[in-house]
């Protein structure tokens, strides 16, 4: 079970919960009272129609997203492969196959090792060195499937003696394609982060994630949470799930010990991204309106208190048992 996997079941408490909390979101659907103020808060008119960065074709999508999610987080800070969701493949494989496990275990190392070279969070890499890593990411995003297929790798079959050879070029091209446009859209954020202004947490977890059996969203910046798509779609009901998947994460931080005040989303396909006040999904839409018409947003007492209030039944949507 994960957040994205309790969105998507109907009789989910969670769903329910976050469907009906994050006012602005449900009203920004045909027949709300709110309707259209909500849609224009949101830049429903904004979305592009057709992505610009179109797939390239035999390149599977799930590993073309998480490859990429990879590779731009290498571009924010540096992070040790050990502590990513690829590496608990070790866990998961247990001790049975003691070769494969050797073989990721080299690998990681490899990864450290280039990561270390290039400098990827210091500087622009060439074309040569930035395939180089995306080859790297790849493998990484193949490790992560084995995690959250529960173990399985037939579909990897058959793992080669170097992991880096089992990367389809068709991915590693859709990944660079996508990635030279995202470094422009996110070179402010990470000359901050390299001025030590901004802080910068890839793919982090939360006090509630092991409540859903794990969620883990894509990054964080300062106190922004964003979550990074490379889907074919951009619609309102995209937009709408990943905003709900957004704020959820915000709600699964019981303690606020990431101090998230904004949810953002960038959709690579399209280069279209937004950056959004989370105030704006915890309160009933009229007041968001109000506040927002007055330009005189909440306090941060309001917000933290209303924070609280949503955590408290965040956390009993999570703890309810499933039937």
């Not at 990635?179 to 793919?203: D, E, K, T």
């Not at 969203?217 to 798509?229: F, P, R, T």
Request: with cysteine.
């Amino acid at each position: 079970m994960s957040l994205t996997s309790e969105l998507d079941r109907q009789d989910s408490p969670v769903r329910r919960f976050l469907l009906e909390a994050i006012a602005l979101v449900s009203d920004a659907k045909r027949g709300s009272s709110h309707e259209q103020r909500a849609k224009a808060l949101l830049d429903f008119d904004a979305l592009p129609r057709e992505p610009s960065l179109v797939p390239v074709p035999r390149a599977n999508p799930s590993t073309v997203g998480t490859a990429f999610d990879y590779r731009l987080r290498y571009d924010m800070s540096p992070f040790s492969s050990f502590n990513t969701v690829a590496a608990a493949s070790l866990n998961v494989l247990g001790t049975g196959d003691q070769t494969l496990r050797s073989t990721i275990t080299d690998f990681l190392e490899a990864t450290d090792t280039l990561v270390e070279n290039l400098g990827p969070d210091q500087c622009d890499l060439t074309r040569d060195e930035d395939r180089q890593l995306i080859r790297h990411c790849v493998v990484l995003a193949q490790l992560e499937s084995i995690v959250r297929s529960g173990g399985r790798y037939q579909h990897l079959s058959p793992l080669r003696p170097d992991l880096l050879d089992g990367a389809p070029e068709s991915v590693v091209t859709d990944v660079a394609a996508l990635h030279a446009p995202a470094l422009v859209n996110f070179g402010p954020r990470r000359q901050l982060i390299q001025q030590q202004a901004l802080a910068h947490w890839p793919n982090p977890t939360f006090a509630g994630s092991a409540g859903i059996g794990g969620a883990d969203a894509d990054m964080i910046v300062g106190n922004e949470i964003i979550e990074l798509k490379t889907t074919k779609t951009l619609d309102p009901k995209a937009l709408r799930s990943a905003l709900t998947q957004l704020v959820g994460y915000c709600l699964l931080d019981y303690p606020d010990q990431f101090q998230l005040r904004a949810v953002g989303v960038y959709f690579a396909r399209h280069r279209w991204t937004r950056t959004w006040p989370l105030w704006m999904f915890l309160f009933p839409t009229r007041e968001v309106l109000d506040w927002v018409d007055h330009d005189n947003p909440p306090a941060e007492q309001v917000v933290a208190k209303r924070l609280g209030e949503l955590r408290s039944q965040m956390r009993a949507a999570v703890d309810t048992p499933r039937t």
